[in-house]
């Protein structure tokens, strides 16, 4: 991996498609296949041949499982264990990763964050630690009990090594679907595409599949449903589903 004089090691070509291999074969067997679904004609009164990359069935419910294993994997891991600072579903990965490979975890999360993810990153055998209105201060807090102790930052997004891992869901997908023209992923938290769509998006979901998805997990479906894209005729989509932390008292009917 290139790296450069950069807090998260990154470079503008930091992660490279070999890196993507070694990460696969790295979590081989620590995380899921998960799988795809391919959806019938005029599913969701949509034209377009259609297909579901379902990565919340992944280990602690988000695709953020892959990226934790590398980084842990990979790195050389020190007694104090391993850091991070999350808003919920990345703690989790950590937490579970962490657990799975012997280490101790201590994940920082804002007052913000969603008391059941919250509750989930504490089952999966994690310190939690609350504080702070935003994620920057949760990521503050995580970076200095880091300089005191020691441990190992496993970033959200901003390590190579965590990069590599969410990868393999694309090297994941390619092989399980090598015909699709066109795959919506969804970024961060997708508030710009926010409000009533993410939800009917969820609906649509429980409805049509039973799928239980979180509201952020169904943002890129959301896109469809809502006409913010327009495939063209017969293009060929996949979409990924990333999450499935939902509070289950909360799912809309």
């Not at 992660?15 to 679904?37: K, L, N, Q, Y």
């Not at 891991?77 to 990345?90: D, I, Y």
């Not at 989790?92 to 280490?103: E, K, P």
């Not at 055998?125 to 990521?139: H, L, P, Q, R």
Request: hydrophobic fraction near 45%; charged fraction near 20%.
């Amino acid at each position: 991996m290139a790296k450069a004089d950069h807090p998260s090691g990154f470079s503008e070509a930091a992660v490279s498609r070999e890196d993507v291999e070694d990460a696969s074969a790295r979590v081989g067997g620590r995380v899921r296949e998960t799988p795809i679904a391919v959806l019938e004609e005029g599913a969701f009164g949509l034209d377009a041949p259609l297909i579901l990359k379902l990565d919340l069935l992944q280990h602690s419910g988000s695709f953020k499982a892959r990226g934790a294993f590398n980084r842990i994997l990979s790195s050389s891991v020190p007694p104090a264990g391993v850091v991070a600072a999350s808003g919920g579903n990345h703690g989790a990965a950590v937490a579970y990763a962490a657990r799975s490979l012997g280490h101790r975890a201590e994940v920082f999360v804002p007052e913000v964050s969603s008391p059941f993810k919250v509750d989930l990153i504490r089952r999966y055998g994690a310190e939690v630690t609350v504080g702070g209105a935003f994620y920057a201060d949760a990521y503050a807090a995580s970076a200095e009990r880091a300089a005191q102790t020691g441990a190992l930052v496993v970033h959200a997004y901003d390590q190579p090594e965590v990069v590599a891992g969410q990868s393999t869901l694309a090297r994941e997908l390619r092989r399980q679907a090598p015909a699709l023209d066109t795959v919506l992923v969804a970024v961060g938290g997708g508030g710009l595409i926010g409000g009533a769509a993410i939800r009917e998006a969820q609906r649509a979901l429980w409805r049509s599949l039973r799928i239980v998805a979180e509201p952020g997990g169904a943002i890129a479906l959301a896109a469809l449903l809502s006409g913010r894209y327009r495939p063209e005729p017969n293009e060929r989509i996949g979409v990924l589903v990333c999450g499935g932390n939902a509070d289950l008292a909360r799912v809309p009917a």
